[in-house]
């Protein structure tokens, strides 16, 4: 979609009734709540009758309205309706996996951030090339197996959620586990500890750390818990489990809270700083809530392993604000600071700004 579309679009618009849209899952609850909290209505598409007796037993997390649909599918032939109540979508990780990236990319709704940043995000190689284009560090990627010289991480392209996911140490055990149907990458597996920080773009306003164009905040961190990988242990040494055939699993079950040492704070604002900025140049800039997957090393440096382009599901426990949002404002969520994006925009009439 063009931006001239987008501004075609928000002209049929009545902008004082905008409503708040997202398909009920992954983190909808809060951001349904954050627009309630700034006094938007909101819309839940919920897929499957069997999702709405769940919302309904949260008053404050569900949307006003629900519009039931048999499939993810079903929403493109929907956004007429959907325009004509002055939806506007904000995405999130389910939303754009199961209606899927093209479909996405098609989708003739006003929509919450820049859609262009998905090419750049869901190609590992085009992901490595703005990230350390922006002068992050990645993992260090080995090209051809029979260089595993230390522990790996084997990603398969497209998989989400880290399934299916491998660690070797050697050629032999790689090619004892690869599923060569699928494409893969393999990264050094870093040493360390996991924060992935959750921070939001402002292009708009000037409320965070500052920037050449708009401003940074860093809303919270989380640390993924992830089955079986992090619970492994009790059952014996990865190594004693291995050779009974029982590998280790990266699936994400849940999030947890955490806050950094603070003297790691610069760097953190520098990395989000660079990777906005670097955006600009490759495909107009990201714009609202974006999260860097990050390991931190004994020497206290960040490895960046990847990023994601919209509200993660690791902003989950902080609905009621985190350490670091109340420094912002009180009871701030990033589901909350994308309802005011929207809000302050619309008051200002720059809406196609922040939309795609
Ligand atoms: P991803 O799908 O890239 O977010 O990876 C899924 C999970 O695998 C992460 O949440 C980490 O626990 C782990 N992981 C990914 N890349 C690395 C790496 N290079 N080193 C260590 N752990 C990693």
């Given at each position: 979609m ?48 069997k999702r ?44 754009v ?10 989708l ?10 998905l090419?750049?995000e ?8 703005w ?7 990645m ?19 497209g998989?989400?959620g880290?399934r ?13 586990r690869?599923?060569?149907k ?12 996991r ?10 306003q ?7 164009k ?24 990865i ?28 760097k953190?604002?520098e ?29 206290l ?7 994601s382009?919209?509200?993660v ?11 670091y ?6 009871d701030?969520s990033?589901g ?7 809000k ?13």
């Amino acid at each position: 979609m063009s931006k001239k579309n987008i501004t075609d679009m928000l002209t049929s618009y009545d902008k004082k009734d905008l409503r708040i849209c997202t398909v009920c899952s992954h983190s909808s609850l809060q951001i349904f709540n954050g627009a309630r909290k700034e006094g938007f209505k909101t819309l839940g598409i919920v897929v499957g009758k069997k999702r709405k007796k769940m919302y309904d037993a949260f008053p404050l997390g569900k949307p006003d309205e629900f519009l039931i649909v048999d499939d993810y599918k079903d929403i493109l032939d929907l956004t007429d309706e959907l325009r004509e109540k002055n939806v506007i979508v904000v995405p999130h990780g389910s939303f754009v996996e199961y209606l899927g990236a093209d479909k996405f990319m098609d989708l003739d709704l006003p929509t919450f951030g820049n859609r262009d940043v998905l090419m750049w995000e869901s190609d590992r190689k085009m992901e490595r090339k703005w990230l350390e284009g922006a002068g992050l560090t990645m993992p260090k990627e080995i090209k051809d197996p029979h260089y595993i010289e230390q522990p790996v991480i084997v990603k398969y392209h497209g998989a989400k959620g880290g399934r299916g996911f491998f660690i070797a140490k050697t050629y032999e055990e790689f090619k004892k586990r690869v599923d060569k149907k699928k494409k893969y990458s393999i990264q050094e597996f870093v040493m360390g500890t996991r924060y992935y920080l959750h921070y939001f773009y402002s292009p708009i306003q000037n409320t965070g750390y500052k920037m050449k164009k708009g401003s940074l905040q860093m809303l919270s961190m989380d640390r993924r818990d992830e089955t079986t990988i992090d619970e492994v242990q009790r059952l014996g040494s990865i190594a004693e489990l291995e050779e009974l055939g029982i590998h280790p699993t990266f699936v994400v079950t849940g999030n947890m809270p955490i806050v950094m040492r603070e003297s790691l704070l610069p760097k953190v604002f520098e990395m989000g700083e660079a990777v906005v900025n670097k955006s600009m140049g490759l495909f107009g800039g990201m714009i609202g809530s974006f999260c860097l997957e990050t390991v931190v090393t004994e020497n206290l440096e960040f490895k960046v392993f990847e990023i994601s382009a919209r509200i993660v599901a690791g902003t989950n426990p902080y609905i009621a604000g985190s350490p670091y949002s109340e420094l912002i404002q009180p009871d701030l969520s990033t589901g909350r600071r994308i309802a005011q994006e929207i809000k302050y925009a619309n008051k200002k009439n720059m809406l196609d700004k922040i939309l795609s």
